[in-house]
Nanobody
């Protein structure tokens, strides 16, 4: 079992930046594909970005050019750097590992 713990959410003005972190327990992190999802009130959960064990990345069209996913296997951590934030980015952001493991989520609120 892998436990995921997110941090880094908060309140930011439009145009600002935040960096989310997700730390994984255990020793298999380097083998896991990782992803960030988000869910806004009344909306379905959507994939924001993913990164494979080999470092291949994929992004939702809505965040391309603004968000960057990365991983540090030595720290068992995956990051989501979010720049040029917009009010529509407001959501609970959750970390996912290998489509199986979930963190508790962290709130991101972007004010206009």
């Amino acid at each position: 079992q892998v436990q995921l713990v997110e941090s880094g959410g908060g309140l930011v003005q439009a145009g600002g930046s935040l960096r989310l972190s997700c730390v994984a327990s255990g020793s298999i992190f380097r083998f896991l594909s990782m992803a960030w999802y988000r869910q806004a009130p009344g909306n379905q959960r959507e994939l924001v970005a993913s990164i494979s064990s080999g470092g291949y990345t994929n992004y939702a069209d809505s965040v391309k050019g603004r968000f960057t996913i990365s991983r540090d296997n030595a720290k068992n951590t995956v990051y989501l750097q979010m720049n040029s934030l917009r009010p529509e980015d407001t959501a609970v952001y959750s970390c996912n590992g290998q489509n199986k493991f979930w963190g508790q989520g962290t709130q991101v609120t972007v004010s206009s």
